[in-house]
């Protein structure tokens, strides 16, 4: 599913669990995983050299974030977002205020905070470095497909593709036209 062309490009893992992708792409990858029974298996799986791990979950401001970890598949939690005062409050922290390298491909699968990730990320998505986003959009917790796309078209995207649909689960590619 995910496409990665070479050493040389950067990967962003968002929402990496125990890094499936995040292990399996070349290039210099930063994987983003906030629950912390999947951090040790994650880091296990980046021991390549050429990833890292960055222990947050990313949303639109730098706070802290409520998330439910009641989702649990193949063994490894899954957080959600959850309301104030519900489940486990995580760092959150906006994607513009890290201090990384552009990616040029992303990965998101972030359980419904896919909106909250991509607006506080809008520098780095709209930048010319980052020409393709993966993104698993789950409908089924009050996130539109639709202001998926047009946020991402604001950010300079063009080509979207539905891979794949499972429920009220859809899997996206976006992609800007090259220069």
Not at 32 to 40: D, G, L, R
């Amino acid at each position: 599913m995910v496409q990665f062309t070479g050493e040389d490009d950067v990967f962003y893992d968002i929402g990496a669990n125990v890094g499936v992708f995040a292990a399996a792409v070349q290039g210099k990858t930063y994987a983003f995983e906030p629950v912390p029974a999947n951090i040790i298996a994650l880091t296990q799986n980046l021991r390549s050299g050429h990833g890292q791990l960055i222990g947050t979950a990313l949303s639109d401001t730098t706070n802290l974030l409520w998330m439910n970890m009641a989702d649990i598949r193949n063994g490894s939690p899954t957080a959600a977002p959850g309301e104030v005062n519900e489940g486990v409050a995580l760092a959150g922290m906006a994607l513009d205020d890290l201090d990384l390298p552009a990616p040029s491909v992303a990965k998101i699968d972030v359980e419904g905070a896919e909106l909250s990730v991509l607006q506080g990320g809008k520098e780095t998505f709209s930048g010319d470095a980052c020409q393709r986003l993966y993104i698993e959009v789950h409908e089924g917790k009050g996130i539109k497909y639709d202001d998926i796309e047009a946020l991402l078209t604001d950010y300079g995207f063009t080509a979207f593709e539905i891979l794949d649909e499972r429920g009220e689960e859809l899997f996206v590619r976006a992609e800007k036209q090259s220069q």
